[in-house]
């Protein structure tokens, strides 16, 4: 109902516009044609006049004919010339000869070549005088002619115009409606689509629009890159829970069958210590896995659980590959090339996790007696951290989906992880406002390229 009131309202409002124009229009060109008759009433009068007058003045007879001839005596007829109606008076405006329509014209002033409008009866019309100089007395010639108003063609055009407005607005209320509802025609489907998806959760039901390059086709762009980025976005979590679930799943049927053996089967305390071993690795497993899920998910929606502050991260990264030399297994080597005195807007905690992360996996991958090489250094306005191994590297398969959560690459099998551990790095590289790149060749190594917006250091 709500569409059909809003085609309505276009529909009314387009031809409310439309017949506020057409009158416009209407009075405009009204207005110009009158002016342009009214100019050629005047053009007409005088041309009239002065030929009469031409006439008069050049025959001195004639003259006298007109001055003594009186109104009786006159040939009326003559005295009508292209709708010009002339009137003679003598020299003191008493009338001679001619075509006298109203009384009121002799009363009016008499001035030679003037032009002067005058109302007679509700009717107005046009004098025009012309003074024609004789000794034997002057005679004044007075010409009449109805103004342009008082012509019938006028009143007709204007009855005309004013007749074809209900028609205009009839027309302009249909194709008003027919217009509307053709433009407002994607957007129905914009909103059909919408809450077809909002009933049947449908996300990949697309807009079918034709890109015609307008607004209403760019919306409908808008929207399918809407659905389309939700479910990418519905999908990747779907994907998460059921990979999260899954991993929990093992060590808890781990831990409950080595339960069950040590309550039912172990005989000596060997086998019991045996069975808690077993339960312990897989707790700790679990722990680690519901820590890291917990730090993604606080990153995530940004609860303000890990505030940035200034920090020295050259300490820090020197703390973290010393400690990782402790641990670091297959005698591989930290080398480290750590510019002093770096700062950056970081968080400390999430920082020392990210580059253990690296680290972790610059040993797991990286290949007997190898070599890993942490450099820190300023580059301009930012802070360059790069974290090298000469492992076995990423194949190329594998590279464009390394960040993924859960993912892990063929180079990973038989070793221990989850495959969280670069997702967790880019998360927090990104909540730190930096960003992140990995270039790798197989069998060569692995090289991940850090970049921080540089604090100024405090002296
Ligand atoms: P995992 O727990 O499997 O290490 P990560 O998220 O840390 O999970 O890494 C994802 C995948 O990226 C790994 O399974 C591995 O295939 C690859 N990878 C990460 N770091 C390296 C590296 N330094 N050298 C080679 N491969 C790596």
Known sequence: MKRSKFKMRITIWFSLALLVMCLFMGAVIISLYRMKMENSVLDNLQVVIDECAKMIESDTELQQLLRESGMDTADNSGFLQDDVFLMIYREDKSRACGLFLYEETDALPFEDRQLQKAEADHVSFWLYDRYIYSEEGGLWLRGLQYSAAE????????????????????????GGYWLAGRFLRPVTQISRTAEEIRRNGDLTKRIEIKDSGDEISALAGTFNGMFQKLAENFEAERKFSSNASHELRTPVAVILAQCEYALGNADNTEELKEALEVIRRQGYRMSRLIE?????????????YYPLEKANVSGLAEDACRDMRLSAEQGIVIETDIEDGVYAEINPQLFCLMLDNLLQNACRYGRENGKVKVILREKGDEIELKVADDGIGIGERDLPHIWERFYRGGNSRGKKGMGLGLSLVQQIVRYQKGRITVSSTAGEGTEFCIIFEKVREEK
Request: aromatic residues 14%; charged residues 15%; without cysteine.
């Open 151 to 174: 012509m019938g063609d006028i009143l007709y055009t204007l009855r005309d115009v004013f007749l074809v407005f209900p028609f205009v607005l009839i027309f302009a209320l249909l």
């Open 292 to 304: 890291t899920l917990l730090t993604l998910t606080r990153i995530e929606q940004n609860t303000g």
